[in-house]
């Protein structure tokens, strides 16, 4: 089992910026890859971004990539999302994920464990 924390969600001016942070406890953190999700109101969880058990490989959704940074520190059990140039279309409720396995995935059906979620609110 894993538990899972996200915080760091608020609400924000497009344009700004603001980092994401989800801590994990009950397993090796370092034996899993994990990821971010994001969830819309009347929309599908889409994908944002993942990275495997090193921290070494990562994959974007092409709305987000060159603006957020997914990272993990393994000796802190934390994953981290820093988002730039945020725009009014990023507002969601954001959820990190574990993923059973090492290498990093885009499809919210392989991960295994997911928090509870953080509002992200962003303001034109």
């Known amino acids: 089992q894993v538990q899972l924390v996200e915080s760091g969600g608020r609400w924000v001016q497009a344009g700004g910026s603001l980092t994401l942070s989800c801590a994990a406890s009950?397993?090796?953190?370092?034996?899993?890859?994990m990821g971010w999700f994001r969830q819309a109101p009347g929309k599908e969880r889409e994908f944002v971004a993942t990275?495997?058990?090193?921290?070494?490989?990562?994959d974007y959704a092409d709305s987000v990539k060159g603006r957020f940074t997914i990272t993990r520190d393994n000796a802190k059990n934390t994953l981290y999302l820093q988002m730039n140039t945020l725009k009014p279309e990023d507002t969601a409720v954001y959820y990190c994920?574990?993923?059973?396995?090492?290498?990093?995935?885009?499809?919210?059906?392989?991960?295994?464990?997911w928090g509870q979620g953080t509002q992200v609110t962003v303001s034109s």
């Open positions: 994920a574990v993923r059973d396995g090492l290498g990093p995935r885009r499809h919210a059906y392989e991960y295994d464990y």
């Open positions: 009950g397993r090796t953190f370092s034996s899993y890859a």
């Open positions: 990275i495997n058990w090193s921290g070494g490989s990562t």
